[in-house]
């Protein structure tokens, strides 16, 4: 009974080996798969799309190369044209001939200057615009603000504004001229010969001495006693004038400005 059993499961066995051995050898003797029919269209779908971008890449790369030679042919094209363009050379403009100095017009004034500064003296005819007399005026750089002589001094309002009315005398005559000027400011004055300080009314004039032109600040003040009917201080000399203290009239008015009541020294 059991040498029965056991010839069944050795015969079984044999025909479970030689199954394997029949699809082993199968295996080693065909390499190829084979691909379902199903699956087909899917593949050529594939093929179709990857030609179709070989295709597009191969047109992009053609037009960049097109312009490419476009811009190469353009840029050669206007060397070209540089080169074959005749340039005329610059020629430099004649020299102008140089004109010797005029010679020193006496109508005009006289004023010595260094480093651009009116030179004056001691003591300076002084034009006074507006009425056009000529004052001696003494050149005091210890004074802060300059004065002019000035009588009859009558403050008023015009306009809203602070005027003053006042009289200067006409040099060499008994006479005097009325101005009229609106008051910029007022300053306190001290002297020595006064006890207290004296307060003075401040007007804008318009001056020359020599041939330099100005309008400054000037204290209106009775100079009746004072040997000058001007005085120029440091807010006219201040960056325009310098003093030369071993001169008297330094400058020179031009002739338009001289008059007969023209009281300096020449």
């Known amino acids: 009974m059991c040498s029965k059993r056991l ?3 050795l015969s079984t066995f044999s025909v479970i080996v030689l199954a394997g051995t029949v699809l082993l050898t199968g295996c080693s003797a065909d390499r190829y798969f084979m691909v379902p029919k199903a699956g087909l269209g899917e593949l050529n779908t594939s093929v179709q799309s990857q030609r179709a971008t070989l295709v597009t890449m191969e047109n992009n790369a053609t037009v960049r190369h097109e312009k490419v030679l476009e811009h190469n042919e353009a840029a050669t094209q206007k060397v070209l044209d540089a080169i074959a363009t005749q340039v005329a050379k610059p020629s430099c403009p004649p020299v102008q001939e140089q004109k010797a100095c005029p010679a020193a017009d006496k109508t005009k004034g006289r004023t010595d200057r260094l480093k651009g500064k009116v030179i004056v003296g001691e003591v300076e005819n002084f034009y006074l615009a507006g009425p056009g007399l000529i004052y001696k005026a003494r050149i005091d750089s210890g004074a802060e603000t300059s004065s002019i002589d000035a009588r009859n001094i009558t403050r008023f309002e015009r306009d809203g504004s602070n005027w003053v009315r006042f009289d200067v005398p006409v040099p060499g005559a008994d006479d005097f001229i009325t101005l009229e000027k609106e008051i910029s400011r007022r300053v306190k004055v001290i002297q020595a010969s006064a006890d207290g300080a004296e ?5 804008e004039l318009q001056f020359s001495i020599g041939d330099h032109q100005q309008v400054a600040e000037f204290t209106l003040a009775d100079r009746s006693n004072l040997t000058y009917q001007a005085l120029i201080g440091r807010n006219v000399l201040r960056d325009v004038m310098l003093i030369d203290v071993g001169k008297e009239y ?9 008059t007969d009541n023209d009281n300096g020294e020449k």
């Open 199 to 203: 307060r003075r009314v401040v007007v």
């Open 7 to 9: 010839r069944a499961g």
């Open 250 to 258: 330094a400058t020179e008015l031009p002739e338009s400005l001289q």
